[in-house]
Antibody, heavy 114, light 113 residues
Framework: QVQLVQSGAEVKKPGASVSVSCKAS????????MHWVRQAPGQGLEWMGI????????TYAQNFQGRVTMTRDTSTSTVYMELSSLRSEDTALYYC???????WGQGTLVTVSS | DVVMTQSPLSLPVTLGQPASISCRSS???????????LNWFQQRPGQSPRRLIYKVSNRDSGVPDRFSGSGSGTDFTLKISRVEAEDVGVYYC??????????FGQGTKVEIK
């Protein structure tokens, strides 16, 4: 069965960076693009960007350009999302989800606080 | 950029009664391949989003048949024929036509009266 398992919760100080991982299993990793979506407390879903696990190419939402980097490791079927220059407004649940949203990770809570 | 607008944003419903959520896009969601990539997601409290409907009207595996999707072009609707207690949560429409960019609606909170 398809599973996307994300790394655990993180607490970071303003200005720091965070890396969240998403390990895929149950399907051919390189056959499906992966998106990252975040959800601030009590808010809606916000698309952050997409990575092609096959070639590693990425497209980022304008709101995150310059601060987000998505990478992948095909040897472990894992995608990574790194967000830098963190501010309090980045406190949110971060989700990975397979293309067209048929499978989602469990979410990773990132808390930014001094 | 494509803007997705849902209404209503809050929907109190009596158990066993129908519910309907509207989603409008600022641009046509008909892809050059002829498909319309409009999906609906349910997010129950404390859970990850779950896809219910893909390409306007196709129910995902395991989704009860009381959920149905319809629409075309820029106007879409999610209907629940008879609301059950487990349907409480927030519902989002999402366009995937203008790939690779996704856009979500603001979400509609369904609660029991």
């Amino acid at each position: 069965q398809v599973q996307l398992v994300q790394s655990g919760a993180e607490v970071k100080k303003p200005g720091a960076s965070v890396s969240v991982s998403c390990k895929a299993s149950g399907y051919t990793f390189t056959n499906y693009y992966m998106h990252w979506v975040r959800q601030a407390p009590g808010q809606g879903l916000e698309w952050m960007g997409i990575i092609n696990p096959s070639g590693g190419t990425t497209t980022y939402a304008q709101n995150f350009q310059g601060r987000v980097t998505m990478t992948r490791d095909t040897s472990t079927s894992t995608v990574y999302m790194e967000l830098s220059s963190l501010r309090s407004e980045d406190t949110a649940l971060y989700y990975c989800t397979r293309d067209q949203g048929d499978y989602w990770g469990q979410g990773t809570l990132v808390t930014v606080s001094s | 950029d494509v803007v997705m607008t849902q209404s209503p944003l809050s929907l109190p419903v009596t158990l066993g009664q129908p519910a309907s959520i509207s989603c409008r896009s600022s641009q046509s969601l008909v892809h050059s391949d002829g498909n319309t990539y409009l999906n609906w997601f349910q997010q129950r409290p404390g859970q990850s989003p779950r896809r219910l409907i893909y390409k306007v009207s196709n129910r995902d595996s395991g989704v009860p048949d009381r959920f149905s999707g319809s629409g075309s072009g820029t106007d879409f609707t999610l209907k629940i024929s008879r609301v059950e207690a487990e349907d409480v949560g927030v519902y989002y429409c999402m366009q995937g036509t203008h790939w690779p960019l996704w856009t979500f609606g603001q979400g509609t909170k369904v609660e029991i009266k």
